[in-house]
Structures are given as C-alpha cells and as structure tokens.
Antibody, heavy 122, light 107 residues
Framework: QVQLVQSGAEVKKPGASVKVSCKAS????????MHWVRQAPGQGLEWMGWINPNSGGTNYAQKFQGRVTMTRDTSISTAYMELSRLRSDDTAVYYC???????????????WGQGTLVTVSS | DIQMTQSPSTLSASVGDRVTITCRAS??????LAWYQQKPGKAPKLLIYKASSLESGVPSRFSGSGSGTEFTLTISSLQPDDFATYYC?????????FGQGTRLEIK
C-alpha cells in the first residue's frame, strides 16, 4: 500500500537548520508531486511548498522563501525538507503529503506521512 | 492571501445527528476546495475535493457542497469514528491556505 514514513523528532537551537526526510513506498515515487505542510502545537495547517520528484523542480510558499529547501533522492524514493535559521515559532509537526493525481499538481493531499515534531528551543 | 474561516470552531453533537460545518473564503475560489479530517496525534485525511467529490473509501454519510465563497461539509448521521477536527483548504491561488479547523466533539 502507499506509505510515507518520516524521520524522527528533532530538537534544535534557534538559528540552526533541520532536515526532515520522507520515504515513499507502494507507488512510483517520481510520478507524484510531494508537498510539505506544518502544524504548530494546537494550531491549524500551513502549506510550505512542493517538489516535483521527477524533475526536482520546486515551488515554495512566499513565507518560507529563502529559508526552505526541498530536495529528493530518487534512488531511495525519499523527499527532504530543510528549514534554516530556525526560530521558536518554527516549532511544529512537519508533514509530507503526496499529491493525489500523478504528474500534475492538484493540491489534494493524500496520503500523508506520520509527521515529524521539530522543537526549536534554546 | 485568501483567508478561510470555518464555523463553528467547536461543535458538540451526538451519534446519529446530522451536522454541518461551514467554510467561507475571503474571495471567490470557484470549487477549488478540499476537506480533511484529523484525529488527535494523527495526520489529516482527505475526505472531499473539488468541493463535492468524495474521496474513494470515504463513507457516503460525508458530503460537500458550495462554490465561490461559501462551502459546507455535512455528515448525515454521526458515527463514533467521526469525532475529530475538520479543516477546509483552498487551492485556487497561492499560497494554499487552510481554515482554522472545527472540532467536532461528543455531546
């Protein structure tokens, strides 16, 4: 079955960077766009951007431009999201989420990874 | 940015009730709206896309309607598994934005 498995929780200091991985299985990794969405504790959902695993092309939400980098390694069907210059308000659960239809961007997210808690604290 | 406003923020209901959650967009988004269900400690799950299309495997008691700026998610007969938080999401324009969520709790 289609599955996205993310890396474990991280604790980082302000100003540091974090890199979260998302390993895909059960489908052709390069066939579907991958999105990243975050959720601060007790808060709603915030879309960060997408990566096209086939081409490596990306589209980031303006809020994160200059701080976020999304990459992929097709040899191991894994997508990555790196966020730099971390602040305390970056504390959140970060999710990867596959787009719903192959080869195009629909912004319907299904399935999702299990989430990775990133805590930013001095 | 398009603001998505859900109401109510919290809804108390009983098993068997019919409930409706409303989502309003700050400008027209045509039918580019999705609904997700999230349970505590879990990732969201897609329920509905294009405002009214039911995702495969989602029970038919869930339905969505609306276009433009006003949308609704209706659960025709609440089941114990339905108590969760529900989010709407617009994908008409960047940035993609979500509503603040509606928590559906047991009365």
């Amino acid at each position: 079955q289609v599955q996205l498995v993310q890396s474990g929780a991280e604790v980082k200091k302000p100003g540091a960077s974090v890199k979260v991985s998302c390993k895909a299985s059960g489908y052709t990794f390069t066939g579907y766009y991958m999105h990243w969405v975050r959720q601060a504790p007790g808060q709603g959902l915030e879309w960060m951007g997408w990566i096209n695993p086939n081409s490596g092309g990306t589209n980031y939400a303006q809020k994160f431009q200059g701080r976020v980098t999304m990459t992929r390694d097709t040899s191991i069907s894994t997508a990555y999201m790196e966020l730099s210059r971390l602040r305390s308000d970056d504390t959140a659960v970060y999710y990867c989420a596959r787009d719903w239809i192959p080869t195009t961007v629909t912004y319907w997210f299904d399935p999702w990874g299990q989430g990775t808690l990133v805590t930013v604290s001095s | 940015d398009i603001q998505m406003t859900q109401s109510p923020s919290t809804l108390s209901a009983s098993v068997g009730d019919r409930v409706t959650i409303t989502c309003r967009a700050s400008q027209s988004i045509s039918s580019w709206l999705a609904w997700y269900q999230q349970k505590p400690g879990k990732a969201p799950k897609l329920l509905i896309y294009k405002a009214s299309s039911l995702e495969s495997g989602v029970p038919s008691r869930f339905s969505g309607s609306g276009s433009g700026t006003e949308f609704t998610l209706t659960i025709s007969s609440l089941q114990p598994d339905d108590f969760a938080t529900y989010y709407c999401q617009q994908y008409n324009s960047y940035p993609i934005t979500f509503g603040q969520g509606t928590r559906l709790e047991i009365k």
